[in-house]
T-cell receptor, first 112, second 118 residues
Framework: DQQVKQNSPSLSVQEGRISILNCDYT??????FLWYKKYPAEGPTFLIS?????DKNEDGRFTVFLNKSAKHLSLHIVPSQPGDSAVYFC???????????FGQGTRLTINP | NAGVTQTPKFQVLKTGQSMTLQCAQD?????MYWYRQDPGMGLRLIYY???????DKGEVPNGYNVSRLNKREFSLRLESAAPSQTSVYFC?????????????????FGPGTRLTVL
């Protein structure tokens, strides 16, 4: 049972435009959500997170939106840059739990 | 401050061979994790250690054992490698902070070990 799903394996966006990556979850106990970015031959690096008490969190070009009723979160990157080309993982955890649950990842390609 | 380090970076084994993947963190985190990454499968948790002296199974523990040697080090052992264990392995440590507007919960990953079992 995949509790966190990223239904788009890949996404291609033109440089300067907005990239929107989506993630759905099924477990209503999740109350903290994270996005990680991964370059080839490197480990994932933390990008941005959001608590369930919020519906939006912004950090520079990156904004994460959380829709609890739809059990959906999205990552917006504006404007997209070539260095944003990477695999993006969303992850979720419930308070007090020790384990993050990851989605399958979305490969983002930014075209010049 | 090196963060999370893993050795080796690459390894090729024959079926039935054993090996240990090493992981160390210098951030004084209590919790440490081992994941494997396979195409289309995301990151799947193998084992984790919530604190020194404790270990627990994750989603895919079969064929693996772990040791939390001390607070810094968490190793993953394959006793009898199988081709299905060909993967990229990541170690991570976790920081939870209490801030005024709520907790933050972040895992920091090592660079990975690419393992091929023939």
């Amino acid at each position: 049972d995949q509790q966190v799903k990223q239904n788009s394996p890949s996404l291609s966006v033109q440089e300067g435009r907005i990239s929107i990556l989506n993630c759905d979850y099924t477990n209503s106990m999740f109350d903290y959500f994270l996005w990680y970015k991964k370059y080839p031959a490197e480990g994932p690096t933390f990008l941005i997170s959001i608590s369930s008490i919020k519906d939006k969190n912004e950090d520079g070009r990156f904004t994460v939106f959380l829709n609890k009723s739809a059990k959906h979160l999205s990552l917006h990157i504006v404007p997209s840059q070539p260095g944003d080309s990477a695999v993006y993982f969303c992850a979720a955890v419930s308070q007090g739990a020790q384990k993050l649950v990851f989605g399958q990842g979305t490969r983002l390609t930014i075209n010049p | 401050n090196a963060g999370v380090t893993q050795t080796p970076k690459f390894q090729v084994l024959k079926t039935g061979q054993s090996m240990t993947l090493q992981c160390a963190q210098d951030m004084n985190h209590n919790s440490m994790y081992w994941y494997r990454q396979d195409p289309g499968m995301g990151l799947r948790l193998i084992y984790y250690s919530a604190s020194e002296g404790t270990t627990d199974k994750g989603e895919v523990p079969n064929g693996y054992n772990v040791s939390r040697l001390n607070k810094r080090e968490f190793s993953l052992r394959l006793e009898s490698a199988a081709p299905s264990q060909t993967s990229v392995y990541f170690c991570a440590s976790r920081r939870v902070t209490n801030v005024l507007w709520g907790n933050t919960d972040t895992q920091y990953f090592g660079p990975g070990t690419r393992l091929t079992v023939l």
